[in-house]
């Protein structure tokens, strides 16, 4: 197997939101397969934190303070980012925020906060950096989806709107793009233990599990939750030269549970 098929010496990633959570993860998998890292947060303080934390993982990754939901600041820090570091190769839409509410008790503007993040966004910075992949003759472009991109269930009725508008976004990208040599894909990871679940893990008084927690491990084949590192070699697949003909594809990072009915109670 050429080893070269998988290496991304040369190229630049930005991943969006990435001081933690899912989008450190990938950003570190690609690092590690040669990208130079890039990568933005809403605020200095957090922002300082990650930069933090890539350097004493040995990584020299390039932040900068952006709310990816603002045109204007995308494209601005898209400038900087071609100006100071080069053009960009790989784009991860990472960011994301969800609201756990019940539909009837959610208010309009609550909806529309998640969209813009979840939905929006991807679309914004997507079509900021695209014209340069276009100039580059290609890129990767690879959106964060879920499992609430196939699924629905109580409370989360904006995040999987967004999320179901996000598969579609990606396959759309990948029909308007693919004629420039650009892959738009997405990765659908399942329930990970980052900040964004830890209050559907949370140990009950008791000591026990939380019930979501014990529900999620028999819904789940792999009866775990996932890891961060478990998107890593996902991420570099869709990321790099070894996914050259996969385009508009949802790649579910799920431990099977889309797979699964669920154990018996
Ligand atoms: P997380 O721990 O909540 O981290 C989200 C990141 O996005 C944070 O760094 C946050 O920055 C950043 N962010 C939020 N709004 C932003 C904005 N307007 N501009 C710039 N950055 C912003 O989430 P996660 O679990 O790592 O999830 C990352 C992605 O994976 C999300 O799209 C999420 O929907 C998706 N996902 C997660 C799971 C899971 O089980 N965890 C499963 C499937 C999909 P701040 O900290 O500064 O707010
Ligand atoms: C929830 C969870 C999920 C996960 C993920 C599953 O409240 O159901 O937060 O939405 O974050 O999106 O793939």
Request: net charge neutral.
């Amino acid at each position: 197997m050429n080893n070269d098929l998988f290496s991304l010496n040369g190229k630049i990633a930005w991943v969006t939101g990435a001081s933690y959570g899912i989008g450190y993860a990938i950003a570190t998998a690609l690092h590690k397969a040669g990208a130079v890292i890039v990568f933005n947060d809403i605020g200095q303080e957090q922002l300082d934190k990650g930069l933090a934390s890539y350097k004493a993982d040995g990584i020299k990754a390039h932040g900068y303070v952006c709310d990816v939901t603002d045109e204007k600041a995308v494209n601005e820090t898209a400038a900087k980012i071609e100006k100071e570091v080069g053009a960009v190769d790989i784009l991860v839409n990472n960011a994301g925020i969800i609201k756990r509410i019940p539909m009837t008790d959610m208010s309009a503007q609550e909806f529309r906060q998640v969209i813009d993040v979840d939905l929006n966004a991807p679309f914004i910075v997507a079509k900021a950096v695209i014209p340069s992949m276009i100039k580059k003759g290609g890129g990767k472009i690879i959106n964060i989806c879920s499992m609430m991109s196939e699924l629905g269930r109580e409370t989360v009725s904006a995040y999987a709107a967004a999320k179901g508008g996000l598969k579609m976004l990606t396959k759309n990208i990948a029909s308007e793009f693919g004629q420039y040599n650009i892959q738009c894909n997405g990765l659908g990871p399942g329930y990970i233990e980052t900040p964004q679940t830890a209050p559907l893990r949370e140990k009950q008084a008791d000591g026990s599990r939380h019930p979501f927690d014990k529900f999620i491990i028999a819904k789940t084949p792999a009866a775990r939750w996932g890891k961060p590192a478990d998107l890593a070699g996902p991420a570099v697949f869709l990321a790099s030269g070894a996914s050259d003909f996969v385009n508009g594809h949802i790649l579910y990072v799920d431990g099977g549970i889309l797979a699964y009915i669920g154990k018996q109670p």
